[in-house]
Nanobody, 118 residues
Framework: QVQLVESGGGSVQTGGSLRLSCETT?????MAWFRQGPGTEREWVGT?????QTQYAEFVKGRFTVSRDNRKLHLQMSSLKSEDTAMYYC?????????????????WGQGTQVTVSS
């Protein structure tokens, strides 16, 4: 059974930090973080490839850091803003494609909520 288990969400004040983690049962080619806020589309946050390469959405560069350790993917978030409030999802794929395309990812976690308030 394929599993992706996220952890580390919670509530934090503006400017604060949180670290999300995701663990899966088998090494995938690519793991990624997506997020979905209230009334918005699911959007790509960042990716950790099997070879260690990382990529980020423009809106999180300099604030978020993705790290990959075999079957674990982490998202260190700092300087959090209210607009970062969302459900954060971990996803993985064994196939190629565009990193920011959610349709590329075959497997998804249940999500972990991040709430940023002033």
């Amino acid at each position: 059974q394929v599993q992706l288990v996220e952890s580390g969400g919670g509530s934090v004040q503006t400017g604060g930090s949180l670290r999300l983690s995701c663990e899966t049962t088998r090494d995938p080619y690519c793991m990624a973080w997506f997020r979905q806020g209230p009334g918005t589309e699911r959007e790509w946050v960042g990716t950790g490839e099997e070879d260690g390469q990382t990529q980020y959405a423009e809106f999180v560069k300099g604030r978020f850091t993705v790290s990959r350790d075999n079957r674990k993917l982490h998202l260190q978030m700092s300087s959090l803003k209210s607009e970062d409030t969302a459900m954060y999802y971990c996803a993985k794929t064994y196939r190629g494609g565009r990193v920011l395309d959610p349709n590329r990812y075959e497997y998804w976690g249940q999500g972990t909520q991040v709430t940023v308030s002033s």
